[in-house]
């Protein structure tokens, strides 16, 4: 239903390092800017990385972002067990005149 | 600080109508676009409308275009989602979030803990 994909899970050991991809078009991720979000269990989202790769402050450079053409991708690195969380991207859709959200990415520290 | 709290919910009947709210404070509201955010129990975060500073523009979602309504009150600092014609998929948690420019676009950077819509019969 959603016009960003996301892998549905990723995992790693602590301190390994994690990328998540989100997929979409030349009518959203393509010519808009990308955003991240973090969701906590329980909690609402936070803001996580936003214009493709800017932090907010107060968030750790251990989280990355990247664009390239119509797919984004969220980077974490030296993973820690306060990282579990569902993440998603999000932009603008030109065509639809609409924020769309990713279909969300559960991180797991193994 | 920054606050959003969202109130209103509950359960409703398939068809019928809900009002939600959002209080703000810690800023000044009539200065941000504010948006409403909706997930389904288990499921990923659906963006559901937004709305102008003075209410002059809003845009929705396909799904709930002609059934909800986003509007707000600067007066009063509160924002509103009116459901009406309300459905089984409707169920979900409601955020509010502000919508503000940072860097080069507008962002959700806050948002409110959620109010629960149950549409059961």
């Known amino acids: 239903q959603s016009v960003l994909t996301q892998p549905p899970s990723v995992s790693a050991a602590p301190g390994q390092k994690v990328t998540i991809s989100c997929s979409g078009s030349s009518s959203n991720i393509g010519n808009n800017y990308v955003a991240w979000y973090q969701q906590l269990p329980g909690t609402a989202p936070k803001l996580l990385i936003y214009d493709n790769n800017e932090r907010p402050s107060g968030i750790p450079d251990r989280f990355s972002g990247s664009k390239s053409g119509t797919s984004a991708t969220l980077g974490i690195t030296g993973l820690q067990t306060g990282d579990e969380a569902d993440y998603y991207c999000?932009?603008?859709?030109?065509?639809?005149?609409?924020?769309?959200f990713g279909t969300g990415t559960k991180v797991t520290v193994l | 600080e920054v606050h959003l709290v969202e109130s209103g919910g509950g359960l409703v009947q398939p068809g019928g109508s809900l009002r939600l709210s959002c209080a703000v404070s810690?800023?000044?509201?009539?200065?941000?676009?504010m948006s409403w955010v909706r997930q389904a129990p288990g499921k990923g975060l659906e963006w559901v409308a937004n709305i102008k500073q003075d209410g002059s523009a809003t845009y929705y979602v396909d799904s709930v275009k002609g059934r909800f309504t986003i509007s707000r009150d600067n007066a009063k600092n509160s924002l509103y989602l009116q459901m009406d014609s309300l459905r089984a998929d409707d169920t979900a948690v409601y955020y509010c979030a502000r919508e503000s420019l940072i860097g080069r676009d507008y962002y959700d950077s806050d948002w409110g803990q959620g109010t629960l819509v149950t549409v059961s019969s």
């Open positions: 999000g932009t603008w859709d030109s065509s639809l005149s609409a924020r769309v």
């Open positions: 810690g800023f000044t509201f009539s200065n941000y676009w």
